[in-house]
């Protein structure tokens, strides 16, 4: 019997524009990654700190387990709210010098929730034209109005504001171009429209800014201009899981209407605590932040002296721009041949005609490693226009 859903006509289509995705089962080591026998300098993580594979994180995590046990056992607003996540809830503000904060399982459904909590038809929404998959997804569900801008054009989204009208929602660092929105203009135009606003910021909290608070910290922006803060544990914090902040109403508000929330498990009490320990990582790791900025340029400049296009980043997130699918799987499997594994981004990731390669930086590497990454990018470059 056929199947209603066309699963194989689906596949073979992705499959025809070189867009299907596949899995490889892997194990990590500091800045290696092991592959089917085989051994790689990893560039395609999110890791930024290297601290996924810190001893001290690690014994904070098994401190945790035999404290609090595998899991929390239950949803937050039943017993599932363990001291745990209370005192991880603390840190972050304390951190972050916001109010209240709200553990999810991750990003994605932390974005989703608060969207879906807070937007109804009446409302409108305004987003990055370039902002994150779950952000796109929840608007477009909505039944709120929702219009997206040029990716960081203040002057377009100035024209569409409307006075008090709903949530502009932009990223801290874009997760596949690595620069950063456009703040100081987003919270004029929040506070001249009278709009609340929202920053997703997964990609720029570790890694940027005093005691790593992010992006808003990084521009000297105080938190109590943006209504809403998002970020996660997974990247440079090295764990997993995601947290929304801000006022101890907002937090309130969602703990009652986010569904995510309310009809979820808890993550793991064990996971909260090592998410604190985390913390306190990057809060003392001006180290690993001042290494990673140094291993940044000197990506950039090599990158670029061998006449590579690269992005408009200063973050770990490093742009390799190709154009085509196909020219960038190729791209990717010659570095693999020598021994580098990087990711290539195909639409519908990002823009059509935009596929890349997304080369992360990472504490973890030294500047052997970054060098030996540039060797393969002008081995490959050299085959290819030689």
Known sequence: MGSPFHLADALDARREAALLRTRSAVRHEGAHLHVAGRDYLHFAGNDYLGLAREPLLGAAFAEGLTRFGAG?????????????????????CDWLGV??????????SANQAVLKALLGKEHRLWQDRLNHASLQEAGSQLPCTMQRFGHNDMQALARQLEPGAGLIVSEGVFSMDGDLGDWPSLCDLAAQSGNWLM???????????????GTLAALGIGPERVHIHMGTFGKALGVAGAFVAGSRELVEYLTNFARTYVYSTHMPPAQAHAITAAIDLVRAGEARRTHLHGLIARFRAGAKGQGWRLGCSHTPIQPLLVGESEAALHLAARLRERGIWVTAIRPPTVP?????????????HGEADVDALLAALAECREARHG
């Open 72 to 92: 929390s056992g239950a949803s937050p607003l039943v017993t599932g709210y363990h001291e745990a996540h209370q005192r991880l809830e603390k840190s972050l």
């Open 352 to 364: 059509v005609g935009t596929a890349r390669l997304r080369i992360t930086l990472s504490a973890a």
């Open 199 to 213: 920053i997703d910021d997964a990609h720029g909290l570790g890694v940027l800014g005093p005691e790593g608070r």
């Open 99 to 108: 109010e209240a904060a709200l553990l999810f399982n991750c990003g994605f």
